[in-house]
């Protein structure tokens, strides 16, 4: 698990550490040093603490002008427990919506299990977007049942044409305006 690292690609474009309205502004990484674990497996050190044991991130790209955010995830999303979706959306999301983000790209490959509660935080979150949307990029099919046995879909889009195998391929912008346009195709479905 050490060996997975954040896509670092973007990172001429945009370091969450050297943002300052970014949660992890000021950060220091020490790449020669593993001190992160999840069940006791060091992850690379580039992956950010959230408040949870058990899901780390990485913000790989936000644009305030636009409004949008693109963040990667590593580990077990654990709501039952660990109250994942509690850290995710007071620790990172606020301070993200504060700034005026209201698009949100969750990548989840590396999402490897996920245990679900409620859907609160979801529905809270999905209502603080408002003209905006929260989409699951890359979820595994068997997390997305799993999201959708707890009523997640009902707040953040997945599956479908969100499984975007090409994406490292794309500038953020790209990307972004890719999701966008499959989320308002959506939207218009309905």
């Given at each position: 698990m050490h060996e997975i690292e954040p896509y670092y690609r973007?990172?001429?474009l945009y370091n969450p550490a050297e943002d300052e309205r970014s949660p992890f502004h000021g950060k220091e990484y020490n790449y020669d040093l593993y001190s992160e674990n999840i069940y006791g497996y060091y992850i690379d050190p580039a992956?950010?603490?959230m408040g949870s044991e058990t899901l780390y991130l990485k913000i790989l790209y936000a644009s305030y002008d636009e409004g949008y955010a693109i963040i990667e995830f590593i580990g077990e999303w654990n709501d039952t427990i660990n109250n994942d979706i509690m850290h995710l959306k007071r620790n990172v999301i606020e301070a993200l919506?504060?700034?005026?983000?209201n698009k949100f790209i969750l990548?989840?490959?590396n999402i490897f299990n996920f245990h679900g509660s409620d859907d609160c935080y979801y529905e809270e979150w999905f209502e603080e977007v408002e003209e905006g949307w929260i989409a699951a990029v890359n979820f595994p099919e068997f997390v997305q049942d799993e999201l959708k046995n707890f009523n997640v879909d009902s707040f953040v889009n997945m599956g479908g044409s969100l499984q975007i195998d090409k994406w490292r391929t794309l500038s953020p912008q790209r990307f972004f305006l890719l999701v966008d346009q499959l989320i308002q195709r959506r939207i218009s479905l309905y």
């Open positions: 973007w990172l001429h992956w950010d603490f919506l504060h700034e005026g983000v990548i989840g490959e």
